[in-house]
């Protein structure tokens, strides 16, 4: 079956430093989403990416999906106290409804 | 504008006792999902519907049932409870890849 790895687990940073998250695939991908869960909530979209090579940006993230659809990342460019929370990828295999996610990446900032 | 709408929020259950998990959404929305949240595990698929009269199992379905009841409902039936099945709940609905949309959870104990 489809098997996505989320890369790191944990990730401390000090507050102002970037911070990039990973979700690489065995298979190719029909599409990718992102999104967030803040520490007590419930996960929140952020966005899909669907073509190759794809890149989209909302204010400091930068979504970038691989060339092969195998690779994806969200990267955040100086980092907030309200970045704090967990990140996950989200996928469903060509004409799949099964939605997927990868294990998250949570975050934590150190003001 | 509800969304989507889970009860109960909480409950505690003794080993051996059933319960149902109600989920609802009014977004029109053909698939619907149920995971689980442990710590370090990440959101793991129970059972998804990709419409109404349709049900499939997910990563880890043992130990649970479900019915879609309409296109607005889907719940989930833990049979005889077992403490392995102290979790998060989530509840969440799509339309054809778009995004998701959860619930606010249900926090369960079993003791």
Redesign the interface.
Known sequence: GQQVMQIPQYQHVQEGEDFTTYCNSSTTLSNIQWYKQRPGGHPVFLIQLVKSGEVKKQKRLTFQFGEAKKNSSLHITATQTTDVGTYFCGYSGAGSYQLTFGKGTKLSVIP | NAGVTQTPKFQVLKTGQSMTLQCAQDMNHN?M?W?RQDP????R?IY?S?SEGTT?K??VPNGYNVSRLNKREFSLRLESAAPSQTSVY?C?S?A??????????TRLTVV
């Not at chain 2, 370090?40 to 959101?43: F, K």
Request: net charge negative; hydrophobic share 40%.
């Open positions: 698939s999902y995971y370090g595990m990440g959101l698929l998804y990709a499939d997910g990563e989530f969440a799509m054809t890849n778009t995004e998701a949309f959860f619930g606010q959870g």
